[in-house]
């Protein structure tokens, strides 16, 4: 009798050993959750999940759970899907001003970000603990056309699979900052000269061998999406042109005074990825998110990182809440608008039957400045548990 | 029988109570209009429907829904035109790369929310003329704008208006030849002297005319150029000494090109060539650049009587603020150029109805008519009495300035 016992207690510690600290290996578990933020389909209280081989097989409060399964008891926490960071430059060097663009050449369409990124950077580790599960890993602002942004998972300690998308785009820059002195362009009219006479070549490029136009030919006929740099008023009425023009299936980047043209952003069905709001931001420019998700405008958060501190994705769709933006908006701008934003939504973005398992484990209301992350989960395995004191 | 009585007394009713207020209007009653196209008004009033002016003259019936903007004491002229206007653009305005860029659109880079604008409208311009700025030989292609609206899309009224050509010494700046020292950036280059400017141009009209038969021409640069050669786009050309202005003229002989001059300082050297070619200058800014060192001050003296003396000999001239609202502004150019001998009614045309005509945007805008924008300044008295002031700006029939 007491050596079955102590069997039963050896195999169980040995599974939870293996969930917590190895979690390699695929298998079931259920999750018992005090509230599940879904996202797509509202907030389960008491609720179940079940994990299967990294994939989300069942959600809801009524869940048969399988017999011999680990029971995950997280009874009084809140759990919200993985974040995802729709705009970051983690990874690539710690000088990053010389990683992120190629500033040489003003036209880098055919160079890879992902090319630059160490996936065992400090940064990777520091997004973990601020639940971030996926970022789109981008050039930076200071080309006008800075290269291939990528989607990848940041549970890089497994040699593969973290490559959600090796390209996911193409990333053009009509902001002030991809001016340069001493190389083309040096002046607004002459970027935007640059950028249609790029894409006028790339229309009518038929074969060869030029890898710059073979990418921004795909743009033009709108199979690649193009991320757009815009922040200003001028600056974002000059993508929309750009983008009418040559029909691109777009995304404006940064679009901080957007608000003020909303209604035209919003008309165009142009999602846009929002630069992090600060603590120290006027209260002006803190008002603008919500202005514009209340005129249509579909909208997902970006850390900039690691211009801004990763921790401010959560605490911009906190600030964004805090001043007039719809919370449901704001939880969605974290992970089912980015994730449909980058083209990875039918994987990720909301915690429902057949996605993956990334999730992430509050203390508390997850826009809630006071609540914290206790722990990140990724396909099903811990990535990342807050450590007691 | 009945019925369509009943039914056209209430036709007549709708057209009466509610079709008037559709369309907003706005009526003008002003002391003393000067519509600069036709003689002055004493005691008029201005009817503005939609943006336009729908009617002008004295004993008007003002309707009885229109917002009244009482001037009664004031004077109305239209809105000024700003030729050589400042530049409400974001960043620089030269594209550096090269010297050569007739595909630049200047219009690209409108900013909407500048704070030039602001004080634009304050001097009483409603309409400007933006063009590239003056550090390349060919610098691309100009706008023309009014100062209102949210995207860069809704301030223009006519793109491509003219292609900016900078003859003096401007372009040479920065520019060094590579001699021993390695080529390390593009600032290695022609032209480093005056004789390398005009090559320059030439080779470039050159080239394009080469072109000219080939349809369609690959090049875009080449393209623009042989618009240009074609007279679908006119030439703004600065020039501002008289070596340079008669260099111009040579180089439009030989390729048979349409000229308008700008800056054009010591053009009384040369106002009688002008006058027989009926070349159309812009006068401004009238201030000494004291930044200015060496070859690139050349010309920048203030010759005031120059607009007179042109003016007298039949050349057609218009007078701008150059980009300095802040020292001199428009109206200000103009009561100075009166005081130096010109005309008054040439000075009030000077800076409306002319440089109207030569930006070719004289059907909407640059004088008081039925039909046209309704683009008003209200002034405080005399427009060419240094103490007057703009009191009231209305723009496409909406107040912009108070």
Known sequence: MIKKRFLSFLIVLSISLCLTSFGNEPQVIAIRAGKIWTVTDGVITDGIIIVDNGKIRAVGQEVDVPEGVNILDMSDKNIIPGIIDAHCHIGLSLDIFSEMDETVAAIAADMLILDAFNPHSKDVKKALSSGVTTVMLAPGYRNPVGGQPAVVKLDTSKANDWVLKRSAGVEFSLMNQALMFDREPTSRAGLIELVKEQLNEAKVYQEGFNPRLEVLNRVVDANLPAYIWAHTVDEIASAMAIIDQYNLNAVLVAAGQGDEIADMIAKRDLPVIYPPLLLSSKDKDLKRVGKMAGSGVKLAFASLAPRTDLNDLRTSAILAVKYGLDKEAALKGLTINAAEILGVADRLGSISEGKDADLVILNGDPLQPASSIEMVIINGNIVYQRLEE | ?402
Request: net charge negative; hydrophobic share 45%.
């Open chain 2, 1 to 402: 029988m009945r019925i369509y009585v009943i039914l056209l007394t209430f036709l007549l009713l709708v057209t009466v109570f509610i079709a008037p207020g559709w369309a907003e209007v706005t009526a003008v009653k002003a002391g003393r209009i000067l519509t600069i196209s036709g003689e002055p008004i004493t005691d008029g009033v201005i009817l503005i429907e939609d943006g336009k002016i729908a009617d002008i003259g004295t004993g008007i019936e003002i309707p009885e829904n229109a917002t009244v903007i009482d001037a009664g004491k004031s004077v109305v002229m239209p809105g000024f035109v700003d030729a050589s206007a400042v530049q409400p653009v974001r960043g620089d305005l030269n594209e550096q790369s090269s010297e050569i860029t007739p595909t630049l659109r200047i219009s690209d880079a409108l900013d909407p929310q500048s704070k030039v604008i602001k004080r634009v409208v304050q001097t009483g311009v409603t309409t400007l003329f933006i063009s590239p700025g003056r550090q390349n030989v060919i610098s691309g292609l100009g706008v023309v704008v009014k100062p209102t609206g949210n995207i860069p899309q809704q301030m223009i009224i006519k793109d491509e208006a003219a292609l900016t050509v900078v003859m003096d010494m401007d372009p040479t700046q920065g520019n060094r030849i590579p001699r021993r020292e390695p080529a390390v950036n593009f600032y290695y280059r022609r032209p480093g002297t005056r004789m390398a400017i005009i090559w320059m141009l030439r080779k470039s009209f050159f080239d394009a005319q080469q072109q000219a038969d080939t349809e369609p021409i690959s090049d875009p640069n080449l393209a623009i150029l042989s618009e240009v050669l074609k007279d679908e786009i006119p030439i703004h050309v600065n020039a501002r000494r008289a070596i340079v202005i008669r260099a111009a003229l040579k180089v439009a002989d030989e390729y048979g090109l349409k000229l308008i001059f700008q800056e054009c300082t010591e053009g009384y050297r040369v106002a009688e060539q002008l006058a027989e070619r009926k070349i159309p200058v812009v006068l401004g800014p009238f201030y000494y650049y004291p930044g200015s060192i060496g070859q690139y001050r050349e010309g920048r003296q203030v010759n005031w009587n120059n607009a007179g003396i042109l003016a007298e000999v039949g050349v057609k001239v218009a007078l701008g603020s150059g980009g300095q609202p802040d020292t001199i502004d428009i109206l200000t150019a103009a009561t100075f150029a009166v005081r130096h001998g010109m005309d008054r009614d040439e000075a009030l045309k000077a800076i409306t109805i002319t440089p109207a005509e030569i930006l070719g945007v004289a059907e909407r805008v640059g004088s008081l008519e039925k039909g046209k924008d309704a683009d008003i300044v209200v002034l405080s008295g005399d427009p060419l009495d240094v103490t007057t002031r703009v009191e009231k700006v209305i723009l496409n029939g909406k107040t912009v300035y108070q």
